[in-house]
C-alpha cells in the first residue's frame, strides 16, 4: 500500500478515532488516504492547525489515549509549535503528523519548506523525519510507545510527500503495550522513604499532575489515610484528590491558599509526588518547606535536585510507587498535626475580597449546574479567570479539569473544549476564557458550528488583560501598558455570525439564571460575562517573597 494509507492504517490499529488538523500540499495524499477510510477515522477540520495541536491535547489529557493532529508542511507544521510545547510542558501524550517537500527537495529552500524537526526538538519528547520508506511504520509505532510511556509527551512524525505516494510494506501489527516503569525503583530508596515517614508527626504532601498521569488517586488516597497526612495540590494535580475530602487544603503557590502554603512551611516532612517545582509553587526557594525533610517521588529523574533538592527520591511510576510503599508503612496517627490544620482552615478560610466576589458568583453558579449532570469537563484559557476556576469550583475528579500549566498558553481552552467534547460525546464540557485570551482563537467556533458541539463557553470580560494590568497595578505604579481592550467587539453577535448562539450576563443579571440556560440549550453557546475592570486574583504571593507570606487572604478570628 501506499505510505499515506500505511500511516492511517496504523493509526487504526493503535486505537486511534480522531485526528484534528488542517490539510495543505504537503500531505494531500495523507488526506486521500483519510477519504478513503472516513468510515473508520474520524477527522476533525480545525479552523488553525494551533487549534487542532491544543484539541489533539485536550482529547489526551481527558482520556489518557494519545491525541493526534495532522499539518502540512512549512507554515502549518510551525502553527503547531505552541500547542506541541504546551503538551511538552504539561507532560501530555499529543502525536503531530507533519508534511514536507518530497525528500530529494529537502534543504534547498523549496517551497514551503522548513525543518520542523529542529524547530521542535527541544519541545517534544521526541521527534522524526522519515526519509526512508521501510522507516514508516515502525517510526510510527514507536512514536506511540515514546509518547504514552514513562513521563508522557509529545511526540512529531514529519513525512515526506515522496514517502506517502511511495509503496511501503505493511502487516497489522499489535496496539502498543505500555507497562509501568519499574526499571529504576530500587529497594534501597523505598527503604529510605519508609524511614522517613515513619519518623514524620507533621507530613505533607504536595502533589501534582503526574499523579493523574499515573491514574494514581486510589492508590493516594490511601496513602493519605496511612500516614495520617494532608495534601495540597499544584494547578496540574486539581481533581487527583477530591476537594471535599478533609485532607485538602487546596491549591499551592502564588495564588494558592494560605492553608496550603502555610502548611508546607510548617510540616517536618514534605512528600512530592508527580510534581516538579515549579517557580509558581516555591517563589522564594531558601524560605520554601525550610522546616521539613523533602521525600520526592516521580517517574523523571530530570525532576530531583532541579530546583529544590530533595533529601530522598524515588523513581518510578506513582502508581508502583505509592502501591509499594502502602504495603510497607504501618498506620500513622498525627492528631495534633491534624488538629493544628483544623484550626488553621478556621483562621484562614476560603474567602473572596470584594475584587474577585462577581467570579466566584458565576463560577458558584456554574458549579452548581455541573453538578446536576453525570458527566461534565472543564477547560481553561490563562489568565484570572483560569486562577478563579482553579480557585472557585470544586475539583472532584482527576481528568476533567484541562489547563495550560507550565506553559501557560492563552488560546489554549477553545481548542482544548472541542478535543474533549469529540472524545466524550455524552459530556458537558464548559470552557472558562478571558477576553483576551478568547480574541486568540475564537476562530475555533467556526469548528464547534460545524460539528454541532455541544461546547459552552463562559467569557469572563473586563475588557483588559486581566492578570497583566493585575501585575501593572500593584507592581508597576498602574501603568497600563497596552492591556486594555477598549474596541467595540460584541462577543454575542460574532458568535451568532459563527452560527454559534450568543448570550449575555451583565452585571446586574442572575448569574444561576443565565449559566443554567446557557446550559439547558443542548448545543454550543458563548456566554458574554461582565466582570469590574480591576477584580483581582487573591491571595497572591508577590514576586520573591515566601509563600506564607501572602497578599488579599481574610482571616478570622479563632
Keep these: 500500500m501506499t505510505g499515506a494509507q500505511a500511516i492511517v492504517e496504523v493509526l487504526i490499529e493503535q486505537g486511534v478515532d480522531t485526528v484534528f488538523g488542517y490539510p495543505g500540499g504537503q500531505v494531500i495524499p495523507l488526506y486521500d488516504a483519510l477519504w478513503e477510510n472516513r468510515g473508520r477515522i474520524r477527522h476533525i477540520l480545525t479552523a488553525h492547525e494551533q487549534g487542532a495541536s491544543h484539541a489533539a491535547d485536550g482529547y489526551a489529557r481527558s482520556t489518557g489515549k494519545a491525541g493526534v493532529c495532522i499539518a502540512t508542511s512549512g507554515p502549518g507544521a510551525t502553527n503547531l509549535v505552541t500547542g506541541l510545547a504546551t503538551a511538552y510542558m504539561d507532560s501530555s501524550p499529543v502525536i503531530a503528523i507533519t508534511g514536507n517537500v518530497p525528500v530529494n527537495l529537502l534543504g534547498k529552500d523549496s517551497f514551503q519548506e522548513v525543518d520542523i524537526t529542529g524547530i521542535t526538538m527541544p519541545i517534544t519528547k521526541h521527534n522524526f523525519i522519515v526519509k526512508k520508506d521501510e522507516d514508516l511504520v515502525p517510526t510510527l509505532r514507536e512514536a506511540f510507545r515514546i509518547a504514552l510511556s514513562g513521563r508522557p509527551g509529545p511526540v512529531l512524525i514529519d513525512v515526506p510527500k515522496n514517502i506517502q505516494t511511495d509503496e511501503v510494506e505493511y502487516t497489522r501489527g499489535e496496539k502498543v503495550s505500555i507497562t509501568r516503569d519499574t526499571s529504576r525503583l530500587r529497594e534501597e530508596d523505598l527503604e529510605k522513604a519508609v524511614k522517613l515517614l515513619e519518623a514524620s508527626s507533621r507530613p505533607m504532601c504536595y502533589i501534582g499532575g503526574g499523579v493523574i498521569r499515573s491514574d494514581a488517586s486510589q492508590e493516594l488516597a490511601a496513602f493519605l489515610e496511612k500516614t495520617d497526612s494532608a495534601v495540597c495540590a499544584s494547578l496540574m494535580g486539581l481533581g487527583a484528590v477530591r476537594a471535599d475530602n ?3 487544603t487546596g491549591l499551592v503557590g502564588m495564588h494558592g491558599t494560605k492553608l496550603s502554603n502555610m502548611s508546607i512551611n510548617n510540616c517536618d516532612l514534605l512528600i512530592v509526588i508527580g510534581a516538579r517545582f515549579s517557580d509558581r509553587v516555591i517563589s522564594k526557594g531558601s524560605t520554601f518547606a525550610r522546616q521539613a525533610r523533602i521525600l520526592q517521588l516521580d517517574i523523571d529523574p530530570a ?32 492528631s495534633a498535626w491534624m488538629a493544628e490544620l483544623a484550626q488553621n482552615r478556621r483562621r484562614y478560610p ?17 458549579g452548581h449546574e455541573l453538578r446536576q449532570l453525570d458527566e461534565t469537563y472543564v477547560t481553561t484559557e490563562v489568565g484570572q479567570h483560569q486562577m478563579w476556576a482553579a480557585q472557585f469550583l470544586r475539583h472532584t475528579a482527576p481528568r476533567h479539569f484541562i489547563t495550560s500549566g507550565g506553559l501557560g498558553t492563552m ?15 455524552e459530556a458537558r464540557v464548559v470552557n472558562i476564557a478571558g477576553d483576551g485570551s478568547f480574541r486568540m482563537n475564537c476562530n475555533e ?9 455541544p461546547v459552552v463557553i463562559l467569557v469572563f470580560n473586563n475588557h ?12 508597576y505604579d498602574g501603568h497600563y501598558s497596552e492591556t486594555t481592550l477598549d474596541t467595540p467587539l460584541d462577543w454575542v453577535m460574532l458568535a451568532k455570525a459563527y452560527g454559534v448562539e450568543g448570550m449575555r450576563l451583565t452585571r446586574d443579571d442572575d448569574p444561576a439564571r443565565v449559566v443554567h440556560e446557557a446550559l439547558s440549550l443542548g448545543g454550543p453557546v458563548v456566554v458574554d460575562c461582565e466582570i469590574p475592570l480591576d477584580d483581582k486574583v487573591f491571595p497572591m504571593v508577590a514576586p520573591g517573597a515566601s509563600i506564607s507570606d501572602m497578599m488579599g487572604f ?3 478570628p479563632v
Design 464 to 475: 483588559a488583560l486581566g492578570m497583566v494590568r493585575q501585575w501593572q497595578t500593584l507592581f
Design 554 to 556: 481574610v482571616e478570622e
Design 303 to 334: 525532576e530531583f535536585n532541579k530546583n529544590i533538592l530533595s533529601h530522598v527520591h524515588v523513581v518510578g511510576d506513582v502508581k508502583e510507587i505509592l502501591t509499594r510503599l502502602n504495603g510497607r508503612i504501618t498506620q500513622k496517627d498525627n
Design 246 to 248: 478533609p485532607r485538602f
Design 350 to 366: 476560603v474567602k473572596v475580597t470584594s475584587q474577585s466576589r462577581r467570579a466566584r458568583e458565576i463560577l458558584r453558579a456554574l
Design 411 to 425: 488560546g489554549f481552552g477553545t481548542g482544548a473544549a472541542l478535543g474533549t467534547q469529540i472524545a466524550h460525546p
Design 445 to 453: 467556533l467556526a469548528t464547534i458550528a460545524r460539528y454541532r458541539l
